[in-house]
């Protein structure tokens, strides 16, 4: 199957009737089995319901947290995921249901932006992990500008959100999650100036959203302290 042809297939499984299902019986089975196992603390999840066009961009320590967040959100959070893994039909199938568009990693920057920017321009909310991949630690390194520039030109918020306790509960090469408390902390939105954004204020924003990543981060850890 074509990259082309992957992504439609995709798309078409995300927009029937059964893809809004998947989403919600892998909401369910999530509370009744993670959220007790780890017992999970949350604040400000209010702020994962502001109206789109929005970008929901946590901090990435495991695998759990897009399903953690997702299940919080109480609604489908369409992410762009790595192709390679919509190519195991199992697998492609239930994350194409909860919304996930395939990226070629390998594909220019343009081409992950426009992929955005249409689910966007859909009226539906996004999720970007704004360090791209996992990293370690409580502090929040230096971010690119790209989740504030997609931001920028689609006119959508960005919800901040900072969690801790998935990096102990399953860090890379785990098969299972160990049963540690996990703390999830959403911080209020910060909004996209109106019109052109000048690339000197990109910089200002992608501050002050590493800013509010840290001050969510930091709040966090004090909760599973």
């Known amino acids: 199957m074509s990259e082309k042809d992957l992504a439609q297939w995709a798309a078409d499984i995300s927009a029937k009737p059964y893809g809004e299902r998947i989403y919600n ?126 931001a920028a030109k689609a006119g959508a918020s960005i919800v901040p959100v900072g969690i801790a306790g998935t990096e102990a509960a399953m860090p890379p090469g785990a098969k299972a999650p160990k049963r540690v408390p996990v703390a999830v902390v959403v911080r209020p939105p910060i909004p996209m100036p109106e019109g052109r954004v000048p690339r000197s204020k990109l910089t200002e924003l992608t501050e002050q959203m590493r800013s509010e990543l840290q001050a969510a981060n930091n709040r966090a850890h004090e909760l599973i302290s």
């Open 25 to 150: 019986i892998t909401r369910a089975v999530t509370k009744g089995t993670l959220f007790r196992w780890l017992s999970i603390t949350a604040e400000g999840t209010e702020h994962l319901q502001v109206a789109p066009p929005v970008i929901i961009a946590p901090v990435h320590r495991s695998n759990l947290d897009s399903l953690i967040v997702g299940t919080l959100a109480g609604r489908r959070l369409p992410t762009l995921a790595k192709e390679s893994l919509f190519k195991i039909k199992p697998v492609g199938w239930w994350i194409a249901g909860l919304g996930a568009i395939p990226l070629d990693r390998d594909a220019a920057d343009r081409e992950a932006v426009n992929a955005a920017r249409q689910i966007l321009d859909q009226g539906m909310p996004l999720m970007i992990f704004p360090e791209g991949t996992r990293q370690t630690g409580k502090a929040i390194g230096e971010l690119f500008d790209g989740t504030t520039w997609i």
